[in-house]
């Protein structure tokens, strides 16, 4: 098998948007991945945090990720989350992203039962051998409970052909420097936080998987292209320009502040799964004015 599969640009954490009784809606689904192609995103990553996955069942996540597959049609690559803190249950999952098409699997560092490095790294190794797609390894300590060290994800890197790349979401740059500097010809490192996409890019980045490309696709995948291109000075500007909203996007926990804001654009009705309940009407009044500045809403 080819060793990694180099990835650049901006990939969509796609939000899962309900009807108002709770299911999932998949015209919406539709309408949100046709938009975000035309906003210009290199991938559509479904199922992930941002996708409220934990509160849907395995046939919804399969469902989930075989229609972002079949709306895209080839427009763009589909990355599609698959973890789990049963590698068994992960491996299935990945199978599945396999079958239907997916380009590649998103997979979340296990969490909850907190493994040592070199349970990550056997966790990885048995998706990786169990599957030919490429993987993503997904570090998100605030959620996991756990970091994925340097050198470990470097490790990986070296030692697992198809682990193409890492979600770093650790905000540890020490840690985001150190696989910058040294991590294998091909290999991706994309940043897991919209707000830290340009320095990490600055330090040797491929892109980002994003949460207000969401809400901003074209913007948001124009800066990610400068950032290829080092044009730094017209990246910074729309890094400035989208700072507010890539903020208040984690007011309060995501998706509920990015979905809030797409039931504003008339993309979703706002319908979470408990336990995310609606945003509150302090930071609605604040997401409602940064829209309206940023001309996604009428004043």
Same mark, same amino acid.
């Given at each position: 098998?080819? =060793? /990694?599969?180099?990835?650049? %640009?901006?990939?969509? @954490? $796609? *939000?899962?948007?309900?009807?108002?009784?709770?299911?999932?809606? #998949?015209?919406?689904?539709?309408?949100?991945?046709?938009?975000?192609?035309?906003?210009?995103?290199?991938?559509?990553?479904?199922?992930?945090?941002?996708?409220e996955?934990?509160?849907?069942?395995?046939?919804?996540?399969?469902?989930?990720?075989?229609?972002?597959?079949e709306?895209?049609?080839g427009?763009?690559?589909?990355?599609?989350?698959?973890?789990s803190?049963?590698?068994?249950?992960?491996?299935?999952?990945? =199978? /599945?992203?396999?079958?239907? %098409?997916?380009?590649? @699997? $998103? *997979?979340?560092?296990?969490?909850?039962?907190?493994?040592?490095? #070199?349970?990550?790294?056997?966790?990885?190794?048995?998706?990786?051998?169990?599957?030919?797609?490429?993987?993503?390894?997904?570090?998100?300590?605030?959620?996991?409970?756990?970091?994925?060290?340097?050198?470990?994800?470097?490790?990986?890197?070296?030692?697992?052909?198809?682990?193409?790349?890492?979600?770093?979401?650790?905000?540890?740059?020490?840690?985001?420097?150190?696989?910058?500097?040294?991590?294998?010809?091909?290999?991706?490192?994309?940043?897991?936080?919209?707000?830290?996409? $340009?320095?990490?890019?600055?330090?040797?980045?491929?892109?980002?998987?994003?949460?207000?490309?969401?809400?901003?696709?074209?913007?948001?995948?124009?800066?990610?292209?400068?950032?290829?291109?080092?044009?730094?000075?017209?990246?910074?500007?729309?890094?400035?320009?989208?700072?507010?909203?890539?903020?208040?996007?984690?007011?309060?926990?995501?998706?509920?502040?990015?979905?809030?804001?797409?039931?504003?654009?008339?993309?979703i009705?706002?319908?979470?799964?408990?336990?995310?309940?609606?945003?509150?009407?302090?930071?609605?009044?604040?997401?409602?004015?940064?829209?309206?500045?940023?001309k996604?809403?009428?004043?």
């Amino acid at each position: 098998m080819a =060793k /990694h599969r180099h990835f650049q %640009g901006t990939g969509t @954490a $796609l *939000v899962t948007p309900f009807t108002m009784d709770g299911s999932l809606d #998949e015209k919406a689904l539709r309408r949100l991945v046709d938009f975000e192609i035309k906003g210009g995103v290199e991938a559509l990553i479904p199922v992930g945090t941002t996708g409220e996955s934990p509160t849907l069942s395995h046939d919804e996540q399969y469902r989930v990720i075989d229609v972002v597959i079949e709306q895209a049609k080839g427009r763009a690559k589909v990355f599609a989350g698959t973890g789990s803190n049963n590698t068994a249950d992960a491996i299935e999952k990945t =199978k /599945h992203a396999q079958n239907a %098409g997916a380009d590649a @699997a $998103l *997979v979340v560092a296990p969490y909850y039962n907190k493994p040592t490095q #070199e349970g990550y790294v056997q966790h990885y190794r048995a998706i990786a051998e169990a599957v030919n797609i490429p993987l993503i390894v997904y570090n998100v300590p605030g959620r996991t409970g756990g970091n994925i060290e340097s050198a470990t994800t470097l490790r990986m890197a070296e030692e697992i052909p198809n682990v193409m790349a890492v979600k770093e979401a650790s905000g540890n740059f020490s840690q985001i420097m150190e696989i910058a500097r040294n991590k294998p010809k091909g290999f991706s490192l994309l940043s897991g936080d919209d707000a830290l996409t $340009l320095p990490m890019m600055v330090l040797g980045g491929d892109g980002c998987i994003s949460v207000v490309a969401n809400e901003i696709p074209k913007e948001f995948s124009a800066m990610v292209r400068f950032c290829l291109k080092g044009k730094w000075e017209k990246a910074l500007d729309l890094h400035n320009k989208l700072l507010p909203l890539m903020n208040v996007n984690f007011v309060e926990a995501n998706p509920i502040p990015v979905k809030a804001a797409l039931a504003m654009m008339g993309m979703i009705e706002e319908t979470y799964r408990l336990p995310l309940v609606p945003l509150s009407e302090q930071n609605r009044d604040k997401l409602r004015k940064i829209l309206q500045d940023l001309k996604l809403i009428k004043s």
